[in-house]
């Protein structure tokens, strides 16, 4: 199914065949990189009145999102903390696939293409080609994703490389915790379906904002621990759990992806119980070599690992429609505005 040299083709995602579907990346090595991750997006997290597709070239396959047959946007959503698509590493070859992406992407005054990682080999290329096929491509800073490099397996060690007030505040809280919780970590097999019951309920009467995807969670859960790679934890008390998160660890990374805590129980501190039992077991158990917890720049992040990275965006922006040239206009509009107020100060 791939295209001939030069060209691309928006495919259903259903209909893609063997060879396309071989183009992406093992779960085990690359969850956000693998066929199982952008499927288990096509099912449970679909913008509304879309679909799933694939642009695929004689190199490349890029998951998207479509309406009819025109890309709208990469198969990406809030829970990814990247879009990876399938692209050569060789520029030359980047290069053209950007151009045959480009060609088909022209159906439409804008496409955007979110969670994109910088430094993935071909993407520069890849996105030059795009914008040789007479379209303009702007990039931009999309979110912050913390994350620290791990050279130990035991947690005494890892905990003592924090800041002091985070060793301090685990020790005491780990001392009470013991006594008064029961923690389980499940990878899968039986225990799963009160596993995730177990995250539904805490998540429920948490402070977290209802999903705009109601089973996306649930069924991230099941697809990663079919493929081995799910660490799903619950604290419990006596009257039940009190904080749940699930990871995903996949090539030597692990991945804090959801995690949720009953604000009644706060004198416990169940979220930095949970997430210090986690660390612990994930590094006694996977020896991972990063810790990584997900988009977002909340405080809390830096007290557990302390490297940012930039996950950035491109808007590829057709000038030939009306609506591309207003888009660009506004852009430019912004951007002088910017500079006149840099300079202002």
Known sequence: MGGHEGEAALVPWRALDADVIGRFADPAADWFASHAWFDLLSRVAV????????????????????????????????????????????????????????????????????????????????????????????????????????????????????????????????????????????????????????????????????????????????????????????LSTAEGPIAAQYWAVSGGRAMLLKLAHDEAAAALSPGTVLTARMIEAILRDDRPSVLDFGRGDDPYKRLWVDRRRERVGALVINPRYPAGMALLARGAAGALRRRLLRGAV
């Not at 804008?110 to 993935?120: C, I, N, S």
């Not at 795009?130 to 990039?139: D, E, F, P, S």
């Open 47 to 234: 913008p509304p009145g879309q679909h799933a597709g694939c642009v695929v070239g004689a190199a490349a396959a890029v998951p998207v999102w479509c309406r009819g047959g025109v890309v709208m946007a990469g198969l990406s959503s809030p829970y990814a903390l990247e879009f990876t698509p399938v692209l050569p590493a060789a520029d030359a070859a980047a290069r053209r696939e950007g151009g045959a992406f480009g060609r088909v992407a022209r159906a439409r005054s804008r496409v955007r293409l979110d969670a994109l990682d910088p430094d993935q080999p071909g993407l520069a290329a890849f996105l030059a080609g795009v914008a040789a096929a007479g379209l303009v491509v702007q990039r931009f800073s999309h979110f912050g994703e913390w994350f620290a490099p791990v050279a130990t397996d035991r947690f005494d060690l890892w905990l003592a490389s924090r800041p002091g007030a985070l060793r301090s505040t685990v020790g005491r809280k780990l001392k009470r915790a013991r006594e008064a919780t029961r923690f389980a970590l499940i990878g899968g097999g039986d225990a799963l379906a009160g596993g995730i019951a177990d995250f539904e309920r805490v998540y429920a009467v948490s402070w977290k904002q209802p999903e705009p995807f109601a089973g996306f969670n649930p069924e991230c859960m099941r697809a990663l621990a079919a493929a081995g790679l799910l660490r799903l934890g619950v």
